[in-house]
């Protein structure tokens, strides 16, 4: 009976998620002062936090009382904290912008901003005190020009050990990253992903190149379940893992999974 209630409990604490309001750490004079809003969803015995930073222009309008959120990917993201669904083993963030980065812009250059940078470190810093725990990121499509952005500015600060592990998801053509990285990564894309932008061969060619320098697990992985959708395909279908919500978040829950093993490791490109 007492592991019944305690199970309840804890599938009712993954049921809702907490909207906290996350203050940058610096300012500049074209920066914004608000805060970055971010839904927290705690797992279960979490050994790491994951802190999505989302695509498109990276403002999904959270607010303080808000405990429920839509969308398929977000609620892939939130499988990684059910140990019905994965292994529960990490909690999970979506960091919110203020306000829409690179509106009606053909590419997301508000994404290399100093105040764009700042909110990432200033939310890393912010869920590393408040659950202890080692920070991945994770950025898909326009998201992951904020990874490279970010990473390349954690290299010139000498603050790379804010991160612990970083996913990669249908990330925009663009993105590179430069070496030195020693830590896991993982490149995960839809094999028929039909967006413009983030072509599932240049991912490929991402991932072989950081493969070189990367001393941290690197792996990539096709998804090649789901279906299109009558709209835009940068914004649904398979690009956004529509009916493959499943088996992104076991690639995602494994290789996690596996950089904290202390098994042998291996790519499956």
Known sequence: MKYLVTLALLLLNLAHAQVIPVPPIETCFLCSSAPSMTMYWKGNNAKAVVIFIPGGEGYMGLKEDQTEIKGQLLLTLKRLTNPEQTSGNFDVVLLDSPGELSPRQMYPSARGTFDHLIRIESAIRYYKA????????????????????????????????????????????????????????????????????????????????VKQFNTGLTEFVYVTTGSAQAADPCRSGFHMYNGAGEDAAKYMDEFMSKAYSAKPQSSHP
């Open 130 to 209: 408040k659950t202890g725990l080692p920070v991945w990121l994770m950025g898909h499509s326009n998201g992951g020009i904020s990874l490279s952005e970010f990473i390349k500015y954690a290299q010139k600060n000498g603050k790379m050990d804010l991160i612990s592990g970083v996913i990669n998801s249908g990330i925009r053509t663009e993105s590179y990253f430069n070496a030195p990285i020693s830590f896991p990564m993982l490149f995960i894309h839809h094999q028929n992903d039909a967006c413009h932008h983030c072509l599932p061969s240049a991912a490929l060619a991402n991932y072989e190149k």
